[in-house]
């Protein structure tokens, strides 16, 4: 990120050599037990009695939600959750839309909501009736904390807030805000080169039961298919909650960056002034490792590969083949871009570094 010092994680350990699937979720498991063993007791017993707030801050499509959705891998979806206020806000509409909202949300909202206009003009602008009236911060505050409050007792991942530089002295007492205990919060900064928001963007495909993010290119599953009437490879879902679901992109997606350019600047401003704050402790995430110092700091395995595929049309089998994933970082410098394990891992050993003992 240009003009903002991200220190590179180092996740090589000396002497460690044996090389691990980080596709694969039982041979990540046995990665984050080796270079993180220590971190990963303090943190489950942490958790045991507490939880934390985290808002996840990174420019769209950085990977917030598979970041969060490992973590809570490594620790049980019972200890953690992952709310993206994208989702509550898209779900709450089409719910209200359809006419389908149920009771115990109508009497939440009226019993929860403070803010400058009053429930049913802040209902018509988030259906989008009233064009006079912007969706109030309050409004989304109060959807949040009904979210929150679904997930009492978990570590909360908190994505998509603060949205915007008006929001931030928000974020600085939200965990007061949604009365969370007074368990620690901290941010969560990630630095990702544009080429691979790009890249991600348009080889990107969703899981449609857990909406899992992964990519044909540079983040496949352990399960590949083969369409012979496209002629197409494709990802199924490795999640066993999921039955191999085949994973599917959106429309719009070759397109890659170009129509969301204005959001990725708006989200860099965000993230350059939570970076600047003081009272909140930060966690620095950082995708990428120059291609010269990658030897010191990182296993090869912990790049992201290239994928490609071979199908034998003998035996039906796919061979998955790859190169590192070279890309130019933001400041032009020719980098390895990381698979998320290794970026979780900086993640957990961080956050046992904020935890109190």
């Not at 699937?21 to 220590?38: G, I, Q, V």
């Not at 018509?124 to 505050?141: A, C, V």
């Not at 939570?274 to 700091?297: M, Q, T």
């Amino acid at each position: 990120m240009k003009n903002l010092q991200f220190p590179i994680h180092k996740t090589k350990i000396e002497g460690l050599t044996k090389k691990f699937d980080l596709n694969n979720p039982a041979s990540r498991k046995e990665y984050f037990d080796a270079k993180a063993h220590t971190e990963i007791e303090k943190i489950s017993k942490f958790l045991n009695a507490n939880t934390f707030v985290a808002y996840l801050l990174g420019k769209k499509n950085a990977g917030k939600g598979t970041y969060a959705k490992m973590f809570a891998e490594v620790f049980g979806m019972e200890k953690i959750s992952h709310i993206s206020v994208g989702d509550i806000v898209r779900d709450v509409h089409a719910m209200m839309e359809s006419g389908n909202e149920p009771s115990e949300l109508k009497t939440y909202l009226k019993n929860n909501y403070r803010g400058y206009i009053t429930l049913p003009e802040a209902i018509d602008s988030l259906l989008g009736r009233s064009q006079s009236k912007l969706l109030p911060t309050e409004f989304i505050l109060t959807l949040v904390k009904w979210e929150v409050d679904k997930n009492s007792g978990k570590a909360i991942f908190l994505d998509g807030f603060p949205r915007n530089l008006d929001q931030v002295s928000y974020s600085l007492f939200f965990r007061d805000l949604i009365n969370h205990r007074g368990d620690p919060d901290f941010f969560v900064l990630i630095d990702i080169p544009i080429a691979v928001i790009d890249e991600r963007i348009k080889c990107r495909v969703i899981c449609p039961n857990c909406h899992t993010p992964r990519s044909l290119k540079l983040n496949a599953t352990t399960i590949v298919g083969f369409d012979p009437d496209k002629k197409e490879y494709f990802l199924k879902c490795d999640n066993p909650e999921c039955k191999e679901a085949t994973m599917i992109g959106k429309e719009g997606d070759e397109l890659g960056i170009e129509p969301i350019r204005d959001r990725l600047e708006a989200d860099e401003e965000l993230i350059k002034k939570a970076f600047s704050l003081y009272g909140v402790p930060k966690v620095l995430l950082r995708n990428s490792v120059p291609v010269a110092e990658a030897i010191d700091w990182i296993d090869d395995y912990e790049i992201t590969p290239e994928y490609t595929y071979e199908l034998d049309e003998k035996t039906g089998k796919i061979a998955i083949g790859g190169k590192p994933y070279m890309v130019k970082d933001d400041e032009g410098v020719e980098s390895y871009s990381l698979l998320p394990a290794p970026v979780v891992l900086a993640m957990i050993r961080q956050i046992a570094e904020i935890l109190p003992q």
